[in-house]
C-alpha cells in the first residue's frame, strides 16, 4: 500500500513539473483549421496564377501581390484561430495562457521563424523565387522543433516533417506549390486530428 502511494506521489510530481516547464494547452482543432484554411488560400492562389495572362508570378505583378496578401491572410486567420483555441482550452483545464511556459514557447517559436521570413523577403527582393516554398517549409519546421522542447513533445514530428518535405522540395523547386500544399495543409490537417483524438478527448 506504501508503495503504490509512493509511486502516485511521483507521478504527481512528475505531471507538476511537465505542467510547470511546458505549455500543454495546445488545441488540435486549431490545426486542423489551420490546414484547411493552407488548402482554401492555396486554391484561390492556383486558380488566380493559371487564369492569368503570364500563367507565372513575377514579384511587382498584381497577382503576386494578391496571392501574397492570401499568403497573409492565411497565416493571420490560422494564428487568431490557434490562440482562440488554446485559451478556450486552457480555461477549460484550469491553467494559465500566458506564463514563463508559454513565454518560452513563443520566443522558442518565433526565433527560427522571423529569421526565415525576413530571410525570404531579401531573396524575393533579389528576384530569385525558385526556393520560397522549400525555405518556408524548413524555417517552419525548425521553428516546431525548436518550441517543441517547451510543449508537447508530439509537435517535432511535425517540425521534422515540415523540414524533409522542405529539403525533397530544395531538390525539386518546380513542385514547390505542390509541397507547399503538402506541408502546410494536409500535414497540419492529419496533426491536428492526430492531436484533437490523442489529447483533446
Known sequence: MESKNYLDDLNEIKT???????????????GILAGIYALIGASIAYYLVS?????????DGTIFKICFGILLA????????????TTKKAKKN????????????????????VTGGLYILIILNQERYGHT?????????L??????KYSLGDIRYLGFTELILGLIC?????????????????????????MHFKYDK
Open 16 to 30: 507538476l513539473m511537465t505542467k510547470s516547464s511546458r505549455f500543454i494547452s495546445l488545441s488540435g482543432l486549431s
Open 51 to 59: 487564369n492569368s495572362v503570364r500563367g507565372y508570378l513575377i514579384l
Open 74 to 85: 492565411v497565416a493571420f486567420l490560422s494564428a487568431v484561430t490557434g490562440i482562440y483555441l
Open 94 to 113: 484550469n491553467e494559465k495562457i500566458w506564463d514563463n511556459s508559454s513565454k518560452r514557447l513563443l520566443i522558442n517559436f518565433l526565433i527560427p521563424l
Open 133 to 141: 516554398a522549400a525555405l518556408m517549409l524548413i524555417f517552419y519546421g
Open 143 to 148: 521553428a516546431l522543433i525548436n518550441a517543441s
Open 170 to 194: 530544395a531538390l525539386m523547386p518546380s513542385y514547390g506549390f505542390w509541397f507547399w500544399v503538402v506541408g502546410f495543409g494536409f500535414m497540419h490537417i492529419i496533426y491536428g486530428t492526430w
